[in-house]
Nanobody, 125 residues
Framework: QVQLVESEGGLVQAGGSLRLSCAAS????????MGWFRQAPGKEREFVEA????????YYGKSVKGRFTASRDNAKNTVYLQMNSLKPEDTGVYYC??????????????????WGKGTLVTVSS
């Protein structure tokens, strides 16, 4: 049984930083591109960032480029999302995702195989 478990989010002031992690089990982690998505209240789910199997290549959503950085530790079956220069519009539930192909992660999120349950990040102004 595949499980993706995000770390606890939290309340952060605008301009601050927060790092999320997502621990994976039940899959061969190093074979899966990983991704982060978010959903703000009343809005559709938004692509945040994806990282390839090796961790050498990342793909950013437009709204977070230059501020957020994904990384992964295949030895620990964990993917991270470092969020800097946070803005109130970054508020939302952040989800970790895993899929066999990076193309699906970036372009076809509705087809992604595995999702975490999400963690709430609130950025206050």
């Amino acid at each position: 049984q595949v499980q993706l478990v995000e770390s606890e989010g939290g309340l952060v002031q605008a301009g601050g930083s927060l790092r999320l992690s997502c621990a994976a089990s039940g899959l061969t982690f190093s074979r899966y591109p990983m991704g982060w998505f978010r959903q703000a209240p009343g809005k559709e789910r938004e692509f945040v960032e994806a990282i390839d199997r090796s961790g050498n290549t990342t793909y950013y959503g437009k709204s977070v480029k230059g501020r957020f950085t994904a990384s992964r530790d295949n030895a620990k079956n964990t993917v991270y999302l470092q969020m800097n220069s946070l803005k109130p519009e970054d508020t939302g539930v952040y989800y970790c995702a895993a899929d066999g192909t990076i193309a699906t992660m970036v372009s076809l999120p509705q087809d992604i195989e595995y999702w975490g349950k999400g963690t709430l990040v609130t950025v206050s102004s």
